[in-house]
């Protein structure tokens, strides 16, 4: 069984930056195809922010562009997620998710709480 671990969360101010982290164990990023960040604020559903597939392709929601960055260490079976300028509006639970496909990433962590203050 998959297990996933986020970490990194944390108070930041806008315009800052964090790097989230993602422990992966039951298996290693190598043989899984695909993680993923998502995220939930309070009150909204929650949505994707970024995916990396094996071949370290990614896609990111359209207000992440150009200011986060998913990356994948198969090495030591980590997932990072790089923010910067981070605003008000990024406040939320950070979640990593996997699986073999785009359209099924049964795993899921914890999640992280990110709050970026104004």
């Known amino acids: 069984q998959v297990r996933l671990v986020e970490s990194g969360g944390g108070l930041v101010q806008a315009g800052g930056s964090l790097t989230l982290s993602c422990a992966v164990s039951g298996g290693s990023t190598s043989s899984i195809n695909v993680f993923g960040w998502h995220r939930q604020a309070p009150g909204k559903q929650r949505e994707s922010v970024a995916v990396i597939a094996k071949n370290s392709v990614t896609n990111y929601a359209n207000s992440v562009k150009g200011r986060f960055a998913i990356s994948r260490n198969n090495d030591k079976n980590m997932v990072y997620l790089s923010m910067i300028k981070l605003k008000p509006e990024d406040t939320a639970v950070y979640y990593c998710?996997?699986?073999?496909?785009?359209?099924?990433?049964?795993?899921w962590g914890e999640g992280t709480l990110v709050t970026v203050s104004s």
């Open positions: 998710n996997a699986g073999n496909s785009y359209d099924n990433m049964p795993y």
